[in-house]
């Protein structure tokens, strides 16, 4: 049996679902872990979205439960080292001694002092736009992070924050009871060596407001699904109930569109997003659940069921719960001016009948895209990235996740379309290779 | 005192099983969000909803219980895989037993709530003090 | 340090963090410690407004080895926060971790009712009280510890088998392989190219085979089975029969790898009836042969056996690729040939296969949409060769199509091993017959029972690439517990009175790990199998079974404590 002698050190560059994963396997492999995450909270795009997955009573991929206590073990495990606000400057050296600079701004909230008792947002004078929060619209310049996030420690906007614009106000560090607040906190920072690193980066959303006949931002009733799944929340503005943005009053009709920017040519995303058939299909049947009258009417092209249960869930939702499945992308959309309602205009490709539909709200599916950060990573690396952004690996069957680069590994959604499950799973998988990578380079050595 | 009094002077007091994996942390949930719900239910948690004994129910009452809810995770996704549906079947039984002595059956609620529905567990617990504020109290103490 | 002495009365100590003014500016503190105080066996109350920081945990510590006390009872936020993080620092307190309780006045009580401060206030005090009589009746646990034997069992020869072994033997781990089949491979053995980068099988298969048989620290053996495993996760004994004999094998781990069948569509579209009816499998072994003659229109027909109301209700995920493959295979072999792909909906998620459908289109490769209702109709067309009638859907128009070879997409099916290796591991399989794994989320490798794994098309049908990727995760899972040497168990397992019982092997049937046993009457409990979920306790009619830390007298004073 080899022995690490020394213990071998990791980075993990993404805080999602897959890095948490990755940091945890490589842990509990007798790892060093780094887990650096640029946002405030780890937890990434999963903590965004709204459980509901049980109720429908088809094992499927769910959002949250599983991965909430995988976020606190991530902060108690002796092993592993996060990083937050943190952002990577700068990577030099090769397999088995990279060094990697990490800028970790600073929160301006002691994560140890802080107790989360909320007196700060009070007491702060300065609303903002609260994107994620669609229906109130406002939250605090000092704010906590979703509520799923772990520790539950709030942010400061610095923009738009008066202490930092003007030097004005101090409210919020007055009034907390344990001093948490110190705005003179700095940047630091941070080189860490690694003898590997697992890319997990993740995911963003396009802006559907690209599709222009499709009114996203324009027509206030026209939301994205995400807006959806935090409107559901029962912890959201609304306590659960589905509203349209205009008039808040409850839609009687929804329509879904799938592949919103995605397996086009005009936006040169011409991929497949591999998950919004089934998560638009989980949502439609949250909304005929919710409200049994509720029209539902889901816009596809293809039916991607492929998955363990998809299959399954997607005849109850449309056979049981009788959702309406409508095959065509729809051409444009048209605002009523006085209702706010909306009139869908498409080609049914299933009787090649060109038809209108007037829905009280649309849910957009948009494309789900590599992360920005992907290119500034794969410059310090010298990783080749594909035409889109994803990560490439040198041979897509043999090497699922490794990259061109020895010693550095992808796992989740940064190198193409996959689930939760594929994520974690591919999580575990990459954690499996850099401990055989590491243990036979050792073996080298010796 | 006006029976009408009464009523409004009785606060039901529920006795909550709740699973360690799921309706515990759902419990925790209604409270990260402030979610309130009435003050009437004490917690207790089990590792799964397939551990509570029909006995621990049946003392409940005997022991001043005016309601008494399980709450445990949604099929498919016990832990255990199917103590809740044990829990299920054990709760089916118990409250044959109750008509028969002639307590009533809506006493005793067997709940699937899993760990974010925070706001769920503290409707759960909203309607039962309601239901149990017109039922009136149970009065099984020996 | 302070033990725990059954004979002696319970020394308690409560600490109460009130949370800054999280807790304090809802419930009367001082109320609640004046209250708890008087607790029987209550030696003292002590406050913090952070117990979680490390000024905190350093109070802890020190308090308790000040006081003398011999259990915990901490009352503050959600034991799901900081709970191992206490337990921990009384562990190295001198503490035993199963004498620790939480009274949750945070999260379950202050922010809960923070409507209603007075109420809130009398239902702390109650909590902490409850806490305090669970402590009364708790028992100091000692946790099993138990060898992980650094040696993994993988059942399965096949791509993902190879791949999980060598993960681990490289790691040092000792691998055992064992193959039904005289020869490692697995299916990929009767595979020709593989899509996206149509290369040959044999450039990914042969160096693994290779490293496999040349890898000092991996066994193969062919032509066996498992026949039965005995013991428990860190310690099965597996016994194999092999040329006629039988084997044993130590195992720490054991990894399912054991692949998957494929469906004969006998009786469907002709299929067994007329020669130009073919599978896409036998359409492989025809091209890896060079024997496919040329063609002038070639038919394939999706979901032949598949996504059915009834039967295999599945999508089999790889079959739509699998056809676009073989599709550009013959358009290479044959540009002129006329292929139609007849499909309900083309699995081409994510990027690349979508990139590969686009060039399918491009070699003229048609695509043909037709739905369940109307399914596609063959006629014979002389000389073994069958055409098909097919309704357009996205054209409204039928279609007649005189084609030279039909090929049927089939989905894959659970191994025909699948059950009998199911009842030796004592693993679940799902309503669609494939291995279910304990939950997709997270674990999609892991059973619910320790220390076996399942990778591959066993779980359910894959690409090579997905499978590839399973059996590394499958590895790295089976690593963790055999780098660590020894794991520790959770000492909430259930326990048998064998005075009380009775014989009645409820208890056996219900238990979802199979962890009872029955010998001589009695039933007994295998403590490292068992997770401790107490079903078997809450099922036992005479009481005989106890689950440690979760026994009816613990549960049964928060009862009465609650109900005061």
Known sequence: MIRLEKVSSVTVIGGGVAGIQAALELANLGMLVYLVEENPSIGGRIIELNCSSCRLEVPMDCSICPVIPKIVECYHHPNIKILTNAEIMGISGSAGNFQINVLKKPRFINEDKCTACGACTEKCPVEIFDAFNMVKGRKKAIHFPLPQAFPQVPVIDRENCLHFRSGTCEKCSEVCPTTAINFNDEDMIIGVKSEAIILATGLSLFDPSGIREYGYKRYKNVITILDLEQMTSIHGPTGGKIVRISDKKEPKSIAFIQCVGSRSRRTNNNFCSGVCCMYTAKDAALVKILKPETEVYVFYIDLRVFGKGYQELFNKVRNSLGVKYIRGRPGGIWEDPKTRDLIISFENTLTQRVEKLRVDMVVLSPALLPHPNNRKLAEFLGLELDEHGFFKSPNPVSQPFDTTIKGVFTCGYCRGPRGISESATQASAAAGRVTETITLAKMGRN | ?142 | MSEANLNQEPRIGIFLCDCGTNISSIIDVPQVIEASKGISGVKFVERDSSLCSSAGTKKIRETIERSGVDRVVFAGCSPKNYGSLFESVCQKAGINRYLVAFANIREQCAWAHQDRPKEATIKAINTVQMAAARLQKSEPLQELEIEVHPSTLIIGGGISGMTAALCLANQGFSVLLVEREPDIGGMLNKLYKLYLTNQEVSEILNPVIQSVRNHKNIRILTSASVREVEGYFGDFEVTISVNGGTEKFRAGTIILATGAGTFEPFGMYGYGKHEGVVTQLELEQILKQGKLKHLEKVVMIQCVGAREEKGLTYCSRICCMVAIKNATLIKKLYPDCEVYIIYRDLQTYGKENEEYQSKARELGIRFIEYTPERRPEVFPNGNGKVGVRVYHALLGETLTINSDLVVLSTPLIPNADGKEIAKILKVPLGPDGFFKEAYMEMRSTAFGVNGIYVCGTAQGPKSIDESITQAYAAAALAAIPMQQKKVKIPAMTAEVNEELCIGCQLCLDLCPVHAITFAEGKSMVIEAICRGCGTCAAACPSKAIAVKGFKDEQILAEVEAALK
């Open chain 2, 1 to 142: 005192m006006e029976e009408g009094e009464e009523t409004r002077k009785f606060e039901p007091k529920i006795l909550a099983f709740t699973c360690n994996w799921s309706s515990y942390s759902s419990a925790d949930q209604a409270g990260i969000s402030r979610t309130f719900y009435p003050p009437n239910v004490q917690i207790i948690r089990v590792m799964c909803a397939g551990r509570v004994d029909p006995l621990f129910v049946v003392k409940a009452f005997l022991n001043g219980a005016d309601g008494v809810i399980i709450a445990g995770c949604h099929p498919n996704y016990c832990r255990y895989s199917g103590g809740n549906r044990q829990a299920e079947i054990r709760v089916k039984f118990l409250k044959m037993l109750m008509e028969e002595i002639g307590v009533d059956p809506a006493r005793l609620r067997i709940e699937w709530i899993s760990a974010m529905e925070g706001g769920r567990f503290a409707q759960v617990v909203q309607e039962m003090v309601g239901e149990l504020k017109k039922m009136g109290p149970l009065l099984l103490r020996k």
